[in-house]
């Protein structure tokens, strides 16, 4: 039941940075969504955000009574991952829509458990992969799937920054550390790109002095069918870089950006064939009110997001295995999976990108 104008009504639950920076600014760009709730475990939040946005605050322990409200159709979860369970499953148990951030859960089972949830209410869940709306990512998508670089050989990838000691990603083991944070956007991309699953991965990970609560730095090799492989760095102590190359038997593209949003930021890419290398620009948009459109439209519109339980959970395998070749140092085998759906060009959404507003009670995660 949407709003009196038709709009999906959603409740914000975890009002930190993502929240406050991206997800709140966006859904004003859409036409077809609204927010009516905010749950925070911060009295100052929730009056700061309630004033500013018109939103009903309620506490963690008030979460039941938000759902049972009638006044949200759907929340948008952005607490951190070991968290994601706790409010996404309930929510799909009462048939409230979920848009939950990535990574899907801290555990296969976790993430299976949301998965169920919706299959068992027909609430509908979206793992919150705003670059599946994104037009430069799909751009890419697209000149692969056309055969531009050939057939796909390689992927790889770098993705770091330099996360605050303090911030709970860096505080909470591998399940909040750099794989399931930022790993979780090359495993994605490279899935999406060569269209199939690994079936081995094999990792390395290190600490630095900075005494985190995870390794700091991971690389990662996945091996995929056909002799196909991919790789990538991630870290939470070097300084910003973001991008991958895909390399075909015929060309290659590279994208850096690559994974990121926000002001000045487009996912353009270089496509470099018999030795000529060509610029696609892709315009700056609104990555979470992108993906918001999306998602709301699939609500009113009675149609199944693409990036749905099934695409989460086969991201949340590789997690799994990454961690399991961390601990014991030895390749991890993967049982053969497929995918029933893949990303699609309706779901290209091109919103203004939204001004971030000032933060309430909280920071950025980044130093
Ligand atoms: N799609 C993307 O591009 C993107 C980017 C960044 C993050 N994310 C995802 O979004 C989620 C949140 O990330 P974030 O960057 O917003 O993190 P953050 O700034 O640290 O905020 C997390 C918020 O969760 C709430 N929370 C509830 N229980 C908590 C606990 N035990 N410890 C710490 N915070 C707790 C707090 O909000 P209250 O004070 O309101 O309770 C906190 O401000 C993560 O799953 C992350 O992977 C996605």
Redesign the pocket.
């Known amino acids: 039941m949407p709003s009196l104008e038709g709009k999906i009504r959603y409740g914000v639950v975890?009002?930190?940075?993502?929240?406050q920076g991206?997800f709140m600014p966006g859904i004003g760009q859409t036409t077809n969504s609204i927010m009516t709730a905010v749950v925070?475990?911060?009295p100052e939040?929730a009056r700061g955000l309630g004033t500013r946005y018109g939103l009903d605050g309620y506490s963690?322990d008030e979460y039941d009574r938000m759902l049972k409200s009638g006044t949200v159709d759907a929340v948008y979860i952005?607490?951190?991952?070991f968290?994601?369970r706790e409010f996404a499953e309930p929510a799909l148990k009462a048939g409230i829509h979920v848009l939950l951030?990535?990574?899907m859960a801290s555990s296969v089972e976790d993430a299976e458990a949301i998965a169920a949830a919706a299959r068992a209410s027909g609430a509908k869940l979206m793992v919150?992969y705003?670059l599946h709306c994104e037009p430069g990512t799909l751009a890419v998508v697209e000149a692969v799937r056309k055969g531009e670089i050939g057939t796909p050989r390689f992927f790889t990838s770098t993705f770091s920054q330099v996360v605050r000691a303090s911030?709970?990603?860096a505080t909470s083991g591998y399940w909040a550390g750099p794989v399931p944070?930022m790993g979780t956007y090359p495993i994605n991309a490279v899935r999406n790109l060569f269209e199939a699953e690994p079936i081995e991965a094999m990792a390395f990970a290190s600490k630095t002095g900075r005494e985190l609560g995870c390794d700091d730095t991971v690389s990662v090799i996945l091996r995929f069918t056909e002799g196909r492989q991919a790789s990538f760095t991630l870290s939470y102590s070097a300084d910003n870089i973001d991008r991958f190359h895909i390399v075909g038997s015929e060309g290659l593209i590279e994208a850096s950006p690559a994974f990121g949003?926000g002001e000045g930021t487009s996912i353009d890419f270089r496509l470099t064939r018999d030795g000529k290398t060509e610029e696609r620009k892709a315009p700056v948009v609104d990555?979470f009110g992108g993906e918001t459109e999306y998602f709301s439209d699939c609500i009113l519109g009675g149609r199944e997001p693409e990036p749905d339980g099934e695409e989460g959970v086969l991201d949340m395998v590789v997690l799994e295995a990454i961690e399991r070749a961390i601990e014991t140092g030895a390749p991890q085998r993967l049982d053969p999976r497929s995918r029933s759906r893949r990303i699609a060009p309706e779901q290209r959404r091109e919103l203004p990108l939204a001004k971030v507003p000032d933060f309430v009670?909280?920071e950025v995660?980044m130093e």
């Open positions: 975890g009002a930190g940075w993502i929240s991206a925070t475990g911060d939040k963690y952005a607490t951190p991952n968290r994601h951030e990535k990574p919150a705003r911030n709970h990603r944070d949003f990555h009670n909280t995660p």
